[in-house]
T-cell receptor
Framework: DGGITQSPKYLFRKEGQNVTLSCEQN?????MYWYRQDPGQGLRLIYYSQIVNDFQKGDIAEGYSVSREKKESFPLTVTSAQKNPTAFYLCASSIGLWRNTGELFFGEGSRLTVL | QKEVEQNSGPLSVPEGAIASLNCTYS??????FFWYRQYSGKSPELIMFIYSNGDKEDGRFTAQLNKASQYVSLLIRDSQPSDSATYLCAVITRVDSSYKLIFGSGTRLLVRP
């Protein structure tokens, strides 16, 4: 089955630690995205990537980093510089970047809690 | 700042009624509009998109777009308890020299049995 796999589903982190969230897709999509969702809030864009080895900052990129070494993979690192990292993180992909479509396919999400 | 606004709700309707969800957007040049459904603790899934003024129907769902008034709505006919979820409106809008998909904060819908 084609889809997007995020791991881990739940993650607990101590303050000062970096953590990496995994996102893998087998949909052969070029574009991939990371969003953050806080309770009662919409989705806020952290980073996005249109092609391999290229990515762009979104609206709330501070304290996060990404890489896109393979088309299928777009991991997100939440660094200790992110002041309030407790949130629900969603990875998504689409055939092309937003200019062509707003249809995003989402993974099941990763819930990060900082202790 | 380009914005997409939704009433957070909850919107409570009885089973079998029509649920009407509304969304307004600030960028008059926006071209594409989407409705995502998100069950509690789950990820969003696309249920409707609309590009042209007027109505677009898909089963029990109808999307309505009025570009002059800058609003888009989603009607759910014969609402079922399984429709209880948060509905996110999303708009593709131009930001500087690029395009972005901007999400509203969502409206929570409760369908009472």
């Amino acid at each position: 089955d084609g889809g997007i796999t995020q791991s881990p589903k739940y993650l607990f982190r101590k303050e000062g630690q970096n953590v990496t969230l995994s996102c893998e897709q087998n949909l052969n999509h070029d574009a991939m995205y990371w969003y953050r969702q806080d309770p009662g809030q919409g989705l806020r864009l952290i980073y996005y990537s249109q092609i391999v080895n290229d990515f762009q900052k979104g609206d709330i990129a501070e304290g996060y980093s990404v890489s896109r070494e393979k088309k299928e993979s777009f991991p997100l690192t939440v660094t200790s510089a992110q002041k309030n990292p407790t949130a629900f993180y969603l990875c998504a992909s689409s055939i092309g970047l937003w200019r062509n479509t707003g249809e995003l396919f989402f993974g099941e999400g990763s819930r990060l809690t900082v202790l | 700042q380009k914005e997409v606004e939704q009433n957070s709700g909850p919107l409570s309707v009885p089973e079998g009624a029509i649920a009407s969800l509304n969304c307004t957007y600030s960028d008059r040049g926006s071209q594409s509009f989407f409705w995502y459904r998100q069950y509690s603790g789950k990820s969003p899934e696309l249920i409707m998109f609309i590009y042209s003024n007027g109505d677009k129907e898909d089963g029990r769902f109808t999307a309505q777009l009025n570009k002059a008034s800058q609003y888009v709505s989603l009607l759910i006919r014969d609402s079922q308890p399984s429709d209880s979820a948060t509905y996110l409106c999303a708009v593709i809008t131009r930001v500087d020299s690029s395009y972005k998909l901007i999400f509203g904060s969502g409206t929570r819908l409760l369908v009472r049995p």
